[in-house]
């Protein structure tokens, strides 16, 4: 730690968006006008326009300057979804960076502020580094966000329980939805490397997993996280059991499961080429084509009831998952706080540094939790995967997993059979 | 008209079910229990599992009595969306109606009431007039369903407000999460032979349809209805003209887009042969085949902006539109008003009819509707599309569907941008 240099501060937002990460950008707006700000050591707060791109650009078509910002548009800001300075996920490198420390050298950029997964903790640790080499003082912090809940150091990561909370309604739905009409129905939802969102599924359920086999549970029958290795054959053994006994099936897979070999089963079931981003990842969001393959396999797979084959439907969860409206209330506000925290952890003097959640309490009705510090190496680029503990077999969740989750996604409308 | 047999009613559930179906199903009991069951006429009420095949069944297993049914149940089963007593899309033929009337006549069946939709309603007419021919006295009441919104005779039908409430708060969403990270993306709504639905998408914009140019609209820029013929050259020309000006464009698109001649684009694009319902009908939801299909389109027939393809995305809105647990208050208020107006058509000793909708008053902040009769024959089987006044151009809808859809999807959040 060394004393707080005076100049600007500049927040950026980056990687997929969520319901809550204006949250987080209002809560580093709010800590540094609490703080550097009103102290008189940081003089303008900027925003950068999809990142770090904006920060390369550095015109006013790249940054905005978020100063003067009026309370209450920022408040309205805050709870509205996605990124409200557009995101971006370009991966500097080199060349980037020299561009990214050109724009900070010419705003006098002091606190950088960057909101978002594991790779934009990396591009916070490479943007520390490359200035730290060039002699520039730039202290960088990494506020955490991600709807894949990935990160390591984090109990979990604002922006996951808002999609949580959606994923649970949207299961709940479809699970008497389906058990209307009958057949089978997969529901595929977002998190290629890990499972969280997809083991949310099971809160829809309204009761912890009890082990029981898969057609004596509540619906979701059938949960598979990319945490456990899927085969085919036992996939079509699952679902024929569970619609074997009751005529439905309600499944939850992630669009990222892999097989024994840990190859992932998307793009096998993908007919066409998969389209590839910058970092290296085939695109399985914003298609429907793993839910079809696998509403194909069952089509295919699956003996025949009496002569007739079964209703198979696939749902792809798309973006809707990380973009609805009516976010967790716990999630708006821990998303608030790790936002406030950086810009005081800036202010206390912290250099380089990633946000995190802890869990304080889990009593029931007594969830709490704070936040604290991280090294940006320990967050960034790594993945945090859905821990044995929580884990069932393989399509289910654990009953340790139900007290994990769900005191993130808020109350759940009571809903009653027949 | 005619005195008012003594006997005993049921309910049926049929058709895709909605978030509200149960609040018509509650209405329908309320409104016995207030009228026929209440002075005597009624004694037991049942309630057809699957519909029709509920009362094929004839025992325990397809059918369940609600006579005796707890008030404060019946009210969280009204909350509950999808069918409580589980729906069906089985369609009657004369074999089958032989069957029905056999277990009217076992129950001494004398009330029928089939909340559904189009199909429903001519389940409905059927029934009745096969009975009719039978010489057995039973009085069949249609209570409208669809989130389709394709009725006729009505202003609006129950689902059709909750569902759209739905696909708008999901486009608000989704319009900024594509401002976030730009490209393109494509909402494939619901609705295989009327737009209305994705006529709703419009409400994303927060404001009644301008005019402009599809750049220069609020997102959606496009929206696609079935009741206009669609080009994929006109779509392309569309697209390109949005994305190459805004560097993002937002889209929603009907699932029965059809071309000039009328035929369907969705099976065209689909790779692999659809599914055939029991009405003659291919599979169009369950399925992201027709968003892929558009996504592919647009990948490879829009010209690369500066060398880099633009892009794609596509969401294909599932079953979840019918079922998401949070409807219109609107919707649930009249989705219970047509269920008990059912009930009271019957205590007046009407005989067979459709309930329908009415809107009596579209002052601002003071919607209003009322129930009424139609003729069975004047709804069954009949398709409602959206009508001319309420489509602008060959991509987007007009002030006067503002209008018309505004107040009956509630409340939408107030979003703030930068």
Request: proline letters at 5%; charged letters at 25%.
């Amino acid at each position: 730690m060394s004393d707080r240099p005076s100049g600007n501060a500049v927040i950026g937002q980056s990687g997929g968006p969520t319901a809550v990460i204006n949250q987080s950008l209002a809560g580093v707006v709010e800590g540094l006008r609490a703080g550097l700000a009103g102290s008189g050591k940081v003089k303008r707060i900027l925003g950068m326009r999809h990142g770090v791109r904006g920060m390369v650009k550095g015109d006013a078509d790249g940054l905005v300057d978020l100063t003067g910002l009026a309370v209450d548009r920022l408040e309205r800001i805050a709870r509205t979804p996605s990124a409200a300075l557009g995101s971006t996920r370009d991966k500097p490198d080199e060349a980037y960076c020299q561009k990214i420390l050109e724009g900070c050298r010419s705003q006098d950029i002091r606190y950088f502020f960057y909101i978002g997964g594991n790779d934009s903790a990396d591009t916070c640790r490479i943007v520390s580094e490359k200035t730290a080499d060039a002699q520039y003082e730039l202290r960088c912090f990494h506020v955490p966000k991600t709807i894949d809940n990935d990160l390591l150091e984090n109990d979990h990561t604002p922006g996951f329980p808002s999609a949580a909370r959606y994923v649970t309604l949207a299961l709940m739905g479809d699970a008497l939805d389906n058990a209307s009409l009958g057949g089978i129905k997969i529901n595929v939802v977002m998190g290629r490397n890990a499972g969280f969102l997809t083991a949310a599924a099971s809160l829809a359920r309204g009761q912890a997993s009890t082990g029981a086999a898969p057609a004596d549970r509540p619906a979701p029958h059938l949960i598979y996280l990319p945490e456990v290795p899927f085969s085919t054959d036992a996939f079509l053994a699952d679902v024929e059991a569970v619609y074997g006994k009751l005529g439905r099936c309600q499944i939850a897979v992630s669009e990222g499961i892999r097989d024994e070999k840990g190859e992932e089963i998307g793009p096998k079931l993908m007919r066409g080429a998969g389209e590839v981003d910058a970092h290296g990842n085939v695109q399985l969001s914003g298609s429907g084509a793993l839910g079809d393959g696998l509403a194909h396999l069952v089509k295919t797979g699956l003996t025949p009831k009496g002569g007739k084959a079964p209703r198979v439907r696939a749902d792809t969860f798309g973006y809707i998952q990380r973009c609805w409206p009516h976010p967790s209330p716990i999630d708006a506000q821990e998303a608030r706080a790790v936002g406030r925290y950086a810009a005081e952890l800036a202010g206390k003097s912290e250099t380089n540094a990633s946000v995190i959640i802890r869990r304080t309490s889990n009593a029931p009705d007594a969830y709490a939790s704070e936040c604290g510090r991280a090294e940006l190496s320990a967050v960034a680029r790594r993945t945090r995967h859905v821990p044995k503990e929580f884990i069932s077999g393989s399509n289910d969740v654990s009953v340790e997993f139900h007290a994990y989750c769900r005191p993130l996604v808020g109350e759940l409308p009571t809903l009653e059979r027949l």
